[in-house]
C-alpha cells in the first residue's frame, strides 16, 4: 500500500485533516513533508513508515477501548493500515539488508 492511500483512507475516515496534519501527527515530520516527496518524486523515508507505523497502532489502541461501534470500527480500520505501513518497513530493512 502507498503512504498516499494511506491518507486517503484517513482522511476518508475524518481521522486526519490534511496532508499537513498527516506529515506532523502521523509521520513525525514537518508540515510539508508530503508535498515534498511528492513534488521530488521520492518514497517515504523509511523512518516515516515506522512512526507512522507507531502512530496507527497507538491510536487503534486507544480507540480499541471504546463502547462505541464506529470508533471500534475506525480501531480496525486503523489496525489494517498499521499492517499495511509495517509491511512496508519491513520491506525497506529487507531491501537495505541485501
Not at 483512507?9 to 508530503?34: P, T
Request: aromatic share 8%.
Amino acid at each position: 500500500m502507498k503512504i498516499d492511500e494511506i491518507y486517503e483512507a484517513l482522511k476518508g475516515h475524518n481521522l486526519c485533516r490534511s496532508r499537513h496534519d498527516f506529515s506532523r501527527n502521523y509521520l513525525g515530520k514537518h508540515q510539508s513533508y508530503m508535498s515534498v516527496i511528492k513534488a521530488r518524486g521520492e518514497p517515504p523515508s523509511i523512518e516515516a513508515w515506522a512512526m507512522l507505523s507507531y502512530a496507527l497502532q497507538s491510536r487503534a489502541q486507544v480507540f480499541a477501548g471504546s463502547d462505541n461501534e464506529f470508533i471500534q470500527a475506525a480501531a480496525t480500520r486503523l489496525q489494517e493500515l498499521q499492517q499495511a505501513a509495517a509491511a512496508n518497513v519491513m520491506k525497506e530493512c529487507a531491501a537495505r539488508n541485501r
